[in-house]
């Protein structure tokens, strides 16, 4: 099926919910929106679930969860063994991290190399872990791309090891989808039949709200307003965008999401927004067909890995045939 394309505006893919509409429709019901807010992995993460206040108890347990894995997955916290591995080579035991690690290496190769952990050289050279963002020397990005490589990661006997002393990793672009899926299991083992997942923009919606699915509204990256609704339940959302850490310099936005084969920012799009059951997956995902670009949507259409919204720098809005039903498109 054709992708559509839609130029009468850009559809941004910057995640919102619309709890406040859901919060005055539910004020007279016996059954409110219980929330629950924390500032984890790096943004804000928050759980809503209809019931009363006992449902805070469950809540707790889930972002409690997704602490954990904050702690065990943060490439920057002196006690994770992601830390340990980049710095003292200590080889990754730990099954949790392992299993993870095993899925980005799936996806390193279906995207052909588009998505790679192994970019921590790369991110620390461009400035974005210590905010000290800059345009590095050419010089210095070409012998940085010699640093990288998923294929240099080696798993052995349930070890994670390094086929070159000099590989360093980082899963901050799937450890937020995989901590949405870790929450989702917490809140499901609890009985939760409804519920909203939202890890700074990776979401998770449990089941329907008052028998409707929920709704989530998707923005405008460049400003404000709501340009399109999606109704989603039983799936994740997760986006990446330009827009979520950058720098501009002589007029050029530099972004974090960085081409593993060029060492440079990608191009050609504003953000993607990956729609699939697995949340782990529609985050690698989202990174990955940000650094394919445009022709990601092909992968998309021709495989079942997912449904995706792209919008480009061109302000083009593509969209894959899997929406047609379930995207509302807003003009502005």
Known sequence: MKIKRLTYGILGTFIVFFALVF????FFN???IQKQTRFLMDTYCAIQVPGNTEVLKIIDKALDRIEEIDRKFNALNPKSPIYEFNNNDVPISDPEIVGLIKICQQVSEQSNGSFDITVY???KLWGFYDKDMHVPAAKDIAECLKKIGYKNLLIKDGKLIKIKKYIKIDLGAIAKGYAVEEALKVLKNAGVKSALIDAGGDIYAIGKLKDK??????RNPRGEG???ILEVSELSMATSGDY???FEKDGVRYHHILDPKTGYPARGLMSVTVISPNPTLADAWSTALFVIGEKGMDIVEKTSI????MVTTENKILYSSGLKENLKIIKK
Not at 213 to 218: D, I, L, Q
């Open 23 to 26: 919060l005055w429709k539910n």
């Open 30 to 32: 016996k059954e409110k």
């Open 121 to 123: 050289p790369l991110v």
């Open 213 to 218: 699915p929920w709704k989530v509204g998707v």
């Open 226 to 228: 709501v340009m399109g």
């Open 244 to 246: 979520e850490r950058f």
């Open 306 to 309: 997912a449904e995706a919204i």
